[in-house]
């Protein structure tokens, strides 16, 4: 899957020359002009990158930082017009991976594209290093892209797949239909949270009822969360 890249940027020729820039060096570009729609956008998970303006209208990009190191810790550089050191300092320190100051180079903004997603990288890497996640005897191999309950393999579709991946990725914390919906489906289906509904029962046939087990569990008007409570 191509690299994703969120730009927020109320400067909209500029926003445009760097999606432009940013989309023949292969990565998939979405760009808002707005602090507040940028930082839902973000919240969604669906993106590897931010390049986060700070001076916005809506909410400034210090504060939609701030809000997104609450639920997200993906790559943000910051960029602003504004050369002050005060905003550096401040930006670093609520979690920015990097800095650029305008006028820039596009030279030198895909390079710090590149550092800060290798940088994530190894991050991920070293957080688990084989891909493998799990929940009592049912292990799921991301880089394989196989899944195995008691190493007995489970057939399951490229959607039923990610689905599971999500749920096992945040085991035991509860994920609402919406957020499963963004994950998994993306905007496209933005609203249709009943088709999630749907893929929970394919799992759960092909999981729980299949082995005998209760790892999928419904939180009634919350959504849904994997856990085994054997462990
Ligand atoms: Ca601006």
């Given at each position: 899957m191509a690299t994703r890249i969120l730009i927020i940027e109320?400067?909209?020729?500029l926003a445009r020359f760097i999606e432009l820039e940013l989309m023949h060096e292969g990565y998939e570009v979405d760009k808002t ?5 940028g930082?839902?956008m973000a919240?969604s998970?669906k993106y590897d990158l931010l390049l986060l ?21 993906m790559p943000v550089i910051?960029v ?17 991976d990097d800095?650029i ?5 596009i030279e030198e903004l895909m390079a710090r594209i590149r550092a800060a997603l290798r940088k994530q990288q ?64 993306g ?45």
């Amino acid at each position: 899957m191509a690299t994703r890249i969120l730009i927020i940027e109320d400067e909209e020729k500029l926003a445009r020359f760097i999606e432009l820039e940013l989309m023949h060096e292969g990565y998939e570009v979405d760009k808002t002009v707005d602090g507040r729609e940028g930082l839902t956008m973000a919240e969604s998970g669906k993106y590897d990158l931010l390049l986060l303006d700070i001076m916005l209208p809506g909410l400034n990009g210090m504060e939609v930082l701030r809000r997104l190191r609450k639920t997200s810790q993906m790559p943000v550089i910051m960029v602003t017009a504004r050369d002050a050191v005060m905003d550096k300092v401040s930006g670093l320190d609520m979690g920015a991976d990097d800095y650029i100051t305008k006028p820039f180079s596009i030279e030198e903004l895909m390079a710090r594209i590149r550092a800060a997603l290798r940088k994530q990288q190894n991050i991920k890497s070293e957080e688990t290093p084989s891909g493998m996640l799990s929940c009592g005897k049912l292990v799921l191999d991301s880089l394989r892209h196989v899944a195995e309950y008691d190493s007995k393999p489970i057939e399951l579709t490229h959607r039923e797949f990610m689905l599971l991946k999500v749920l096992l990725e945040n085991k035991s914390i509860v994920l609402t239909r919406e957020i499963l919906l963004e994950r998994v489906w993306g905007y496209d289906f933005y609203g249709e949270t009943n088709i999630v509904d749907v893929y929970i029962r394919y799992l759960r046939s092909k999981i729980d009822d299949a082995f005998g087990v209760k790892l999928i569990h419904t939180v009634r008007g919350v959504g849904y969360v994997i856990k085994d409570d054997a462990q």
